[in-house]
């Protein structure tokens, strides 16, 4: 049986950009990275550069990959993701295993526990805790 999966149409002109209220576009990352040469397609505040609020959308679609986010906030999720990693990079569990910590940790389902839908209060959250079980398993190696 064929099942139809409609994808996701969103209507941009219709969000408002969380910061400043201004309508949120989608648009090419070009002029906001340093370098687009993989094409990196952004919803973006409107009133961009004033408000530098935007998010990156999934390659080859029109859907965010979180929530918008300022500078600060962007900053803190790339410091927090890298922290996260750690954890299964560093073989102390799985992949899947540190998301399901993660979404455990922020009482969140599976399917959304991404960083990129973090704010800063889970962002200082993660990053303390990821921080304690990584001093953990690296205490118990030794």
Excluded at 37 to 66: E, F, K, N, W
Excluded at 70 to 90: E, G, P, W, Y
Aim: overall charge positive.
């Amino acid at each position: 049986m064929k099942t139809n999966k409609k994808k996701k149409s969103i209507n941009y002109s219709t969000l408002k950009c969380p910061y400043c209220g201004g309508t949120v576009v989608y648009r090419s990352a070009d002029g906001i990275y340093k370098d687009n040469s993989s094409g990196t397609m952004l919803c973006v505040c409107s009133h961009y550069p004033d408000c530098d609020a935007y998010v990156r959308v999934q390659p080859g679609t029109r859907i965010p990959m979180g929530t918008m986010a300022d500078h600060n906030l962007r900053a803190l999720r790339i410091t927090t993701h890298r922290q996260f990693d750690k954890l299964h990079l560093k073989g102390y569990m799985t992949r899947k295993e540190a998301y399901m910590w993660l979404a455990n940790l922020i009482s969140a389902p599976l399917s959304q526990a991404h960083i990129g839908y973090l704010g800063e209060y889970y962002c200082n959250l993660v990053l303390q805790e990821s921080e304690k079980l990584l001093k953990v398993k690296q205490a118990l190696k030794k």
